[in-house]
């Protein structure tokens, strides 16, 4: 059985910083990409970072210079470090593998 678990969301101050975790088990992890996701009520989920099973990376524009996402194929781990976080970043954070599996999501707030 596969289970996706996204952790280390919370309240941050704007300016301050957050790195999110997604940890996968039951399925082979490194054959897969991965990407982090987010949404705020009323809006579609979007696309914040995306990295293939190589490790190329991608990023909403929004997110450009501030976001990192990475893996660690051996802990079947993915990340997400956000710094200069802003208001707008504000949203429940979602992690996929592959195009199927979703966690749960972790909700991210920035205010001061």
């Known amino acids: 059985q596969v289970q996706v678990v996204e952790s280390g969301g919370g309240l941050v101050q704007p300016g301050g910083s957050l790195r999110l975790s997604c940890a996968a088990s039951?399925?082979?992890?490194?054959?897969?990409?991965v990407g982090w996701y987010r949404q705020v009520p009323g809006k579609q989920r979007e696309l914040v970072a995306g990295i293939t099973s190589g490790g190329r990376t991608n990023y909403a524009g929004s997110v450009k210079g501030r976001f990192t996402i990475s893996r660690d194929n051996a802990k079947n781990m993915v990340y997400l470090q956000m710094n200069s976080l802003k208001s707008e970043d504000t949203a429940v954070y979602y992690c996929?593998?592959?195009?199927?599996?979703w966690g749960q999501g972790t909700q991210v707030t920035v205010s001061s």
């Open positions: 039951g399925i082979r992890f490194s054959d897969y990409a």
């Open positions: 996929l593998i592959g195009t199927y599996y």
